[in-house]
């Protein structure tokens, strides 16, 4: 992260204290659960995202900093509905805000978030930053809502569970080199090619987030078997299914119909995913998607904010959470 983050380092911090000043001061309690999820927050990959291709194609400005406060309002907007909807007790390891504060007030704060977001689209002027932003947040919810039928009938193919991602996880990212793009005046067609490389940022983000479903909990920030437990077919799963015989198939599917509680079941359905290579095949696809990344990226010349997004891409790969 050090070497992703060297060129925006100032950029970063100012965008963090710009980002806190848009918490409500109101109330003690809007006050107290924006402080905790600011002081348990992530690593920022989205802003850290849109400051890099900002540098890339042209100059940090104003409008990068709007777009980068915007979109991480948004995207712990989602994270907070998500976790409702999901009702998970932990997020990162730290305890959710709907364990913390209940559903009710889980769900208001998710939307304070999201209005603040809408409002600085707003202060800036700017109908096209609402649109793009809009875009990305209705992709994300018809993802959800796509993958919850799926996945209650077991009738997820692969063409499906790629649609899923796309809306649900990549298209922020692309929404990200979108407004990047935005904030450097390109025109539409330049847009959509940048667009085009922060949904395979996100798509390649996504399937590694599948593969920390099946490694040792101790060493990530995911608990073992979270995906399973809520009912998620992901991608080593989907394939693992597609690629046994029928009497493991049938007996997996079994498990699957109702929620997985018990460790045992869990065990069984991750030992069945390595031994159809479900891990290995996923695997493969993220190292794909990765060269088609770098493919995309050499069309543009080099420099240092170039050298820190092929250092994402290794991060994106790589990363233990």
């Known amino acids: 992260m050090k070497k992703i983050i060297e060129p925006i380092n100032q950029e970063l911090k100012d965008f963090k204290k710009l980002y806190k000043r848009s918490f409500s001061q109101d109330t003690n309690l809007l006050l107290n659960i924006s402080n905790y999820i600011f002081d348990n927050s ?9 400051f890099l291709v900002s540098g890339l194609l042209g100059k940090i400005n104003s409008k990068t900093y709007t ?3 915007l979109i991480e309002l948004l995207h712990v907007a989602t ?7 999901d009702e998970a007790q932990f997020r990162r390891k730290k305890l959710s805000v709907n364990s913390l504060w209940k559903n009710k007030v889980a769900v208001l704060i998710g939307d304070f978030f999201l209005a603040q977001g ?19 947040v209705q992709k994300m919810a018809e993802g959800e809502i796509l993958q919850l039928e799926k996945s209650r009938k077991l009738t997820l193919i692969e063409e ?3 649609k899923i991602i796309e809306y649900k996880t990549a298209s922020l990212f692309g929404c990200c080199c979108e407004l990047a793009a935005f904030s450097n005046n390109l025109s539409e067609f330049e847009m959509e090619k940048i667009y085009q490389f922060g949904i ?25 078997g979270n995906d399973i437990k809520e009912s998620k077919m992901n991608l080593p799963l989907l394939y693992a299914i597609q690629n046994s015989n029928k009497e493991e198939k049938t007996k997996i ?26 891990i290995k095949y996923t695997d493969e696809v993220l190292k794909k998607y990765k060269k088609e990344a770098i493919l995309m990226l050499n069309n543009f010349p080099d420099s240092k904010y170039k050298t820190s997004i092929l250092y994402l891409l290794e991060f994106l790969i790589e990363r233990k959470k």
Do not use: C, W
């Not at 809408?118 to 990305?136: G, V, W």
């Not at 399937?207 to 040792?216: A, G, T």
């Open 118 to 136: 809408l409002k600085i689209a707003i202060q800036e002027n700017s109908e096209k930053m609402l649109l793009y932003t809009s875009k990305a």
């Open 253 to 278: 599917i079994n498990l699957l119909y109702k929620p997985v509680k018990k460790k045992e079941d869990v065990s069984i359905i991750i030992a069945f995913v390595k031994k159809n290579n479900g």
């Open 42 to 50: 992530g690593k920022k990959i989205r802003p850290i995202l849109i």
């Open 79 to 85: 994270l907070i509905h998500d976790d409702v909807v």
């Open 200 to 224: 395979k940022l996100g798509l390649m983000f996504q399937i590694k987030d599948d593969l920390l479903d099946y490694e040792n909990k101790k060493s990530t920030g995911k608990l073992l």
């Open 67 to 69: 777009s980068a406060i």
């Open 160 to 162: 499906d569970y790629y």
